[in-house]
């Protein structure tokens, strides 16, 4: 069963990432593709990945279901996907009847919305585990009806806290997802349509993982409780195992320049990066091989300015991925009167190859 995972130009790269990352990494029947437009996905070239990063949409923007669904069917034809293959679009457009994520039966074309979840789950929230949610809750559908009217039909108007809540109040959703479960009624449904066993060990896998990440994150941020980090220079990845395994990619001089902080716990003055050039230019080769005269120009043209640049992408991509709240004990900040430091306890971070 092949599930394309495609993103239109408003959804941020860094949660479609996540969200594929999230879904391919678990087993069973379904299998996860990545989108076949979206070559900066591979991209691996310093400075490229901002200079290309699609722009939020105007939240007064919306589309119409068909809409939605044509941009997946433009998919399919342009890259000759089979017709019962699935094809998920994450979004960041509204849409003109208000709904979380909808199903083209006919078709096996979805939608997702990416935008205004903060609304329901606070500003903290990494959004990619309730995109899963949907992913999943979809194709579990679509093996159990084949028709929106029999969707229609089995939905609860009351919430229960199962996948089948209608959630027209649509704070019922923050019930829904955080049980990330099925009804008795649902359950019985489901053993009367004879669905495959690896596809459910699938789905409840998943969601279970969804649960218990929610909720560790939520705690988490509640106790104030920093998490662990695993730096991988050759990946470029910073991954945070006890958030649900979030990785964090960043470019080649974005990641020696992150080593360089991490390696000084006391932190380090812009003013003084000149002190530090052989060691960035150090973490630099290892990641790429490249010790070339251009790749140590490139290096020792790290200046006060340049280097506040980088602090400000690699922040972004932690708050983009954590939330304010967890990313402050990553993220390169000024304390008042010191230099320029990284919060955690070194001993939660670890370095793999």
């Known amino acids: 069963m092949n599930v394309h995972i495609i993103r239109d130009e408003h959804c941020p790269l860094a949660v479609y ?92 074309n979805y939608f997702v919305q990416v935008t205004e979840w903060e609304l329901f789950f606070g500003a903290e929230l990494e959004v990619s585990f309730i995109l899963c949610y949907q992913v999943m809750a979809w194709l579990l559908k679509r093996k159990l009806f084949s028709s929106e009217t029999e969707v229609m039909d089995a939905v609860h108007k009351k919430a ?36 495959p066993l690896n596809f459910l060990n699938q789905v409840f896998s998943l969601w279970e993982e969804i649960r218990k990440n929610i909720a560790f994150r939520e705690r988490a941020e509640f106790l104030n409780r920093m998490g662990r980090m695993i730096i991988n220079p050759p990946r470029k990845t910073l991954l945070f195992p006890d958030y649900g395994d979030i990785v964090v990619k960043l470019q080649p001089k974005e990641m020696a320049f992150y080593q360089l902080f991490i390696s000084e716990p006391y932190g380090i003055n812009l003013h003084n990066l000149i002190d530090h050039a052989m060691t ?74």
């Open 17 to 108: 990432q996540n969200v594929f990352d999230k879904l391919s990494k678990s087993a069973g029947l379904i299998r996860f593709v990545k989108s076949k437009d979206d070559a900066l996905i591979q991209d691996d070239t310093d400075d490229m990945f901002d200079e290309k990063e699609r722009k939020p949409i105007n939240k007064y923007h919306f589309l119409s279901f068909s809409q939605l669904y044509d941009i997946c069917e433009n998919y399919r034809k342009k890259h000759n996907i089979d017709t019962n293959d699935h094809v998920f679009l994450l979004s960041g457009a509204n849409n003109y009847q208000n709904w979380f994520s909808n199903m083209d039966h006919e078709r096996n």
């Open 160 to 195: 229960k806290g199962c996948m089948m809540d209608f959630c027209e109040n649509k704070r019922d959703i923050t019930l829904k997802i955080r049980t990330a479960d099925l009804c008795p009624d649902c359950l019985n449904t489901i053993k009367s349509k004879d669905v």
């Open 280 to 353: 960035l230019k150090d973490y630099y080769f290892k990641i790429t091989g490249n010790d070339d005269i251009a790749a140590i120009e490139n290096i020792y043209a790290i200046n006060d300015n340049v280097a506040s640049q980088l602090i400000s992408k690699i922040n972004k991509k932690l708050v983009d991925n954590l939330g304010k709240t967890l990313a402050s004990y990553y993220t390169i900040e000024r304390p008042l009167n010191e230099p320029h430091k990284i919060r955690i306890n070194r001993e939660y971070v670890s370095l793999s190859s």
